[in-house]
Structure formats: C-alpha cells, structure tokens
C-alpha cells in the first residue's frame, strides 16, 4: 500500500504489477479508481459553466456522452486533465485527477459540489471485460465507448460509462460506496484479476495515456503534450485561450514524443534525452514495457525531432540508443463480443 | 523472509557467499520483496575493479531502482550473463540463480565487518 493523492492504495495485489498488465491486454483487470474526484455540477447554467471553464466543446456531444477535456491555467499550463460524465440533460458528473479535486471545485464556481466520498469507481478493463462484465450487470456491460448512462445494480442505482486509462476496451462503473465492496466481490467471482497502481502506471505508458504531474502540468500546454484536439477554438471564450492561441500561432517549442529504448532498462522522469549527442530533452516517464520487452518513455523534445530519429537517452550515465516512434506504443487488443 | 544462516550480509540487504579468496553477491529475499518485480540488472563487467562500498551494480524494479555496492575491495572475475535476459531471476531465486558477481577480494578481513545470519534477522524485524 502506497500514499497517494490523499489516498492509501495498493500499488498491486497478490500476483504483481507485471502479471496484472498482461492479465488487462490479455483478459480482464479490475481497479478501484474510487481516488478520482467526482464533482456534481447541474442547472440550467451548468453547460455555460463547463464551455466556459474547460478547453473542449461539450456542444460536440451531448446528454449520456463522455468527454475528455482540460482545466487551463491563464498562461495555457494544463491544471487538470477531466472526463465529463454529461449524465442527463443538465447533469454532470466531472472527474478531475484525485489531487486537484478541490481546484476543479473553485474553478467550476458556486453549484459545483465535491461528491467524491460519496461513491466507488471501479474500472473494468481488458479485451474480455464486457463479456465478464456481462455476467454481473449486462445494461452497463453493454455501454458505448464514451458513452455514460444510469443502471441498476441488486436495487441501487449506478452510473457506468465506456472509458478508461489502459488503452484497452472496458467500462468505469460509479457506484454508492457502501455498495462498492458487493460489487468489487462480485466481478472477483465472475473473473476480473485485481490489479494496483503499478499496473495501472505501465498500462497507461505504453498507450501514451498523459499522466498529470508528469506530461501534463505548469508549465505544459496541451499543444505542447500532442493533445491539441482536446482544445476548441470554435466554441467561445475559455480560460487560458489566449495564452494557448499565442502559442499555436508561434509553433510550440516542444513536443511529447515516445521512445524505445535499445534495452530493457527502464528510462525514469527526469533523464536527458541526448539529440546528436547533445542533450536536446527530458524523459517525463518512463518504465519497462512487459509487451514489448524494451524500456519506454514519453520525453519532451524540439518539434523537429520526428518518428524515426534516432536520440540516446541518458541512463545514470549511459548513453543508451532509443528510437522516436509513433504512439501509442501498444495497440488494444480487439475486444472479445459479449 | 527467507535468510540462510550460511550467508552473510550487509546492511544494504545484499548477500555474500565466500568461496575461498571469491565472494558471491546477491540481494536477499527482503530486498527482493522490498523492490518489487526486477525488470533489469547492471551487472560489472568481468576484470573491472571494485573498491568496498562503490557502486558495483544497479537493478530496476517496476517501482524504483537501487543501487547494488561492494561488500569487498577486489576484482569482479565472473558475472551472471543470465540476468540480461531474465532479470526476474533476482525475484524467483534470489540466493541461487539470482546471483549478480564474483569478485576475488583483495583483503578477505573486509569480511568481518559484514552480518551473520542472525544479527541480519534482528535488522529486518527491526
């Protein structure tokens, strides 16, 4: 068990971090994920509220849809990275990064509420998990990718949606947290491996998934993060636009770019990522990819710095080849029908 | 834990195996469970020197990375080429196949300042 974020949670459960990865590229993994903030925003005004304060369009989407979405600073910096749950008409379920709950909290304003205390997240992942998942509670087994809608669980009522953070199919189910161990037994029994932090940590690199605090934070725009589809420049004024639109009029200075090292030695935050011999970047995160059997990273790095080039990373002291390549670095495994 | 009285230690939770003038280096099973699953070792290479307390090798878990040091002064004379590729071996077997070194010691009194099996339990459960 580790600190994290104000929690204490497992960084894997009985059969390691390496066996809970394969076990979500391969069949299903279960993690409790209730350390993400659920923030409750709803009204007439909530969607202003939200078009106002975050970087994508929910105009593009609309009620039962979910939404990838970014908190800016006023100088561009990413403060949070979101998903909004759009769960009816004017309800909204927003889920920032355990950590910066309460700074969502003050930027959405007065009617936005912290309910995170009152429910359990359990993401469901892996190519099987909706068959497995179908077993339990076959309505929220069934939901869309990125699609969100309410179901009911032996008599409580539940939200579940089709999102995630391994690169894999699955569901996210939010459900009241006095319920939450019922339901955390019940798809144990219908096959779903536990799995922990570590886990969740190599699953989302090698699907260059960002990571806040590491390739996104102050300091770090999405556009230098490759995540400039996040942002709408159509929809109206937003904080940190005209920071960000200054930028993408300029041409960013850096940009996130995925290596694989020569070895399996794992790149760590913070080593210099050597262009031509010279130190040119800096690894964001870095680990060993149990699927590929090489060292990956996520490294930020000038703009012309292409896929294909070759750069060294240094390891405590060792140049050690690595290859720019196109991310993610594993793709998902198709999803096995229900 | 598992802590073989015919080893000693040091308070780095290494182990060492005197064999005549040599000693054989690994990292016990506390530590091996302390650093979680080994996805990569630095071994030395074989005829470089070590002195007592450098760095003689660096093992990479999917949480952190430790650095391995020299329990002696000496010569490192035979490595576990096995590690390159099955680095997991530190976990599975860390007393057997999981062993990094040899090294020829150039004063084997260095070894009376390392810990009996007992006295490495006391700091464990410590």
């Known amino acids: ?338 | 834990m598992n802590v073989p009285d015919e080893l000693r230690y040091t308070e780095d939770h290494e182990w060492v195996r005197v064999e005549e003038n040599k000693i054989r280096l690994g990292i016990t099973d506390y530590a091996q469970d302390a650093l979680g699953e080994v996805v990569f070792v630095e071994v030395p290479e074989v005829g470089s020197t070590v002195a007592l307390g450098a760095t003689v090798s660096e093992v990479e878990s999917t949480k952190s990375v430790s650095d391995i040091y020299a329990p002696v002064t000496g010569t490192v004379v035979e490595v576990n080429a096995e590690l390159a590729d099955a680095p997991e071996r530190l976990n599975a077997d860390p007393y057997g196949e999981g062993w990094i070194c040899l090294i020829e010691m150039d004063d084997a009194g260095q070894l009376d300042r390392l810990l009996d099996g007992d006295a490495y339990r006391a700091m464990i459960a410590g």
């Open chain 1, 1 to 338: 068990m580790v600190p994290f974020g104000g929690w204490v949670m497992p960084l894997a459960y009985g059969d390691g971090t390496l066996a809970e990865h394969r076990a979500c590229r391969r069949t299903a993994v279960v993690f409790d994920v209730s350390h993400l903030g659920t923030v409750r925003i709803g009204g007439p005004e909530a969607f202003e509220r939200l078009q106002r304060t975050l970087t994508n369009d929910l105009g593009r989407i609309g009620p039962g849809r979910a939404q990838y979405t970014h908190l800016l600073d006023d100088d561009g910096s990413v403060l949070d990275d979101i998903i909004v749950w759009w769960v009816d008409e004017t309800g909204f379920d927003v889920m920032p990064n355990a950590s910066n709950t309460d700074r969502v909290v003050d930027a959405l304003g007065a009617g936005a509420v912290d309910v995170t205390a009152e429910r359990a997240l359990l993401a469901l992942q892996g190519p099987r998990a909706r068959r497995l998942f179908h077993t339990v509670a076959p309505e929220a087994a069934a939901m869309g990718r990125f699609r969100v809608g309410r179901f009911t669980w032996r008599g409580v009522e539940c939200l579940a949606a089709g999102t995630g953070y391994t690169g894999e199919d699955g569901v996210e189910v939010a459900i009241p947290a006095e319920r939450a161990a019922d339901l955390w037994e019940a798809v144990v029994a219908a096959g779903f491996v536990p799995a922990g932090l570590g886990a969740r940590d190599t699953l989302r690199l090698e699907a260059a998934l960002p990571l806040h605090g590491h390739e996104l934070g102050p300091g770090i725009t999405p556009l230098q993060a490759g995540l400039g589809w996040v942002v709408s420049w159509t929809k109206g004024d937003f904080r940190g636009r005209a920071a960000l639109a200054a930028e993408r009029e300029q041409g960013v200075a850096r940009a996130l770019r995925g290596l694989v090292v020569a070895g399996r030695r794992p790149p760590r935050e913070g080593q210099a990522v050597m262009v031509e011999g010279q130190p040119a970047g800096q690894v964001t995160s870095g680990n060993f990819s149990p699927v590929l059997g090489r060292g990956i990273a996520l490294a930020f790095l000038p703009p012309t710095v292409a896929v294909g080039d070759r750069v060294a990373v240094d390891q405590r002291g060792d140049a050690v080849p690595a290859e720019v390549v196109a991310t993610p670095f594993v793709a998902p495994t198709p999803a096995e029908p229900i």
